[in-house]
């Protein structure tokens, strides 16, 4: 079956998401603000309804914004609207606060991170971290470095009350992460090893991961990041 193309995908959604599509495209564009004033109500609770299911509401809001049009929107949509891109900053804010954190103990501990997936793109991709909600922390260790790094997140409160780092080691050859929540401000870390989980641990493509990396100020610490045709593989 050949793949089927962008216009015959784009006539199979629904009113809404087409809606909601053609504003993010514009982003902006002219004409925003008269699609927006022909709009019907229920079709404005079925775009807000899509947008926050996958995450771009803050995106919808800086289109709308951009193109004038924000004020012709329903006063219940412009205030969601207004109220997701706010707490996405503020969130994003304090997870960035986390990171320079994590990345100072570690490097300290002269243990290097790779700062993967929301952390990178928030800053790569997006003209501002408001727009794009990130759900946890994502960073690449070294292998052979897992144990000291666990050890020094719960310096950091981040794990349970016992520190496990001992016992991390019998992980490597099962998993390829470890989820650790901070114990007081909930924050969900994921620590890396690998970017997949045995049998396939493409140790030779991790490697080259490692030498290609560069350095990149990640929010306002210091760290690495994979290179750009690495990036945009993982993604």
Same mark, same amino acid.
């Given at each position: 079956?050949?793949?089927?193309?962008?216009?015959?995908?784009?006539?199979?959604?629904?009113?809404? *998401?087409? *809606?909601?599509?053609?504003?993010?495209?514009?982003?902006?564009?002219?004409?925003?603000?008269?699609?927006?004033?022909?709009?019907?109500?229920?079709?404005?609770?079925?775009?807000?309804?899509?947008?926050?299911?996958?995450?771009?509401?803050?995106?919808?809001?800086?289109?709308?914004?951009?193109?004038?049009?924000?004020?012709?929107?329903?006063?219940?949509?412009?205030?969601?609207?207004?109220?997701?891109?706010? *707490?996405?900053?503020?969130?994003?804010?304090?997870?960035?606060?986390?990171?320079?954190?994590?990345? $100072?103990?570690?490097?300290?501990?002269?243990?290097?991170?790779?700062?993967?997936?929301?952390?990178?793109?928030?800053?790569?991709?997006?003209?501002?971290?408001?727009?794009?909600?990130?759900?946890?922390?994502?960073?690449?260790?070294?292998?052979? $470095?897992?144990?000291?790094?666990?050890?020094?997140?719960?310096?950091?409160?981040?794990?349970?009350?016992?520190?496990?780092?001992?016992?991390?080691?019998?992980?490597?050859?099962?998993?390829?992460?470890?989820?650790?929540?901070?114990?007081?401000?909930?924050?969900?870390?994921?620590?890396?090893?690998?970017?997949?989980?045995?049998?396939?641990?493409?140790?030779?493509?991790?490697?080259?991961?490692?030498?290609?990396?560069?350095?990149?100020?990640?929010?306002?610490?210091?760290?690495?990041?994979?290179?750009?045709?690495?990036?945009?593989?993982?993604?």
């Amino acid at each position: 079956m050949g793949m089927q193309s962008p216009s015959y995908v784009h006539e199979r959604l629904n009113p809404g *998401a087409r *809606a909601l599509l053609g504003f993010l495209r514009s982003a902006g564009g002219p004409g925003v603000a008269a699609r927006v004033r022909e709009l019907p109500p229920q079709a404005w609770d079925e775009i807000l309804t899509i947008a926050l299911r996958h995450g771009v509401a803050p995106l919808l809001h800086r289109a709308l914004q951009s193109g004038g049009a924000l004020a012709e929107a329903p006063d219940h949509v412009r205030t969601r609207l207004e109220e997701e891109r706010h *707490a996405t900053a503020l969130l994003n804010l304090r997870k960035y606060g986390e990171f320079r954190r994590i990345a $100072q103990a570690l490097r300290e501990r002269n243990i290097p991170l790779i700062a993967l997936k929301g952390l990178h793109l928030a800053e790569l991709v997006y003209p501002d971290i408001s727009l794009r909600p990130m759900s946890d922390l994502d960073i690449l260790v070294p292998r052979l $470095q897992l144990k000291q790094t666990v050890a020094a997140l719960h310096g950091l409160d981040y794990g349970l009350d016992e520190d496990l780092s001992g016992a991390v080691n019998a992980m490597l050859d099962t998993k390829c992460g470890v989820e650790l929540v901070h114990r007081h401000m909930g924050v969900l870390l994921e620590v890396h090893w690998s970017l997949s989980e045995p049998p396939k641990r493409y140790a030779a493509v991790i490697e080259d991961i490692w030498r290609s990396a560069v350095p990149a100020r990640v929010g306002d610490a210091d760290a690495l990041v994979m290179s750009p045709e690495y990036v945009l593989l993982h993604v």
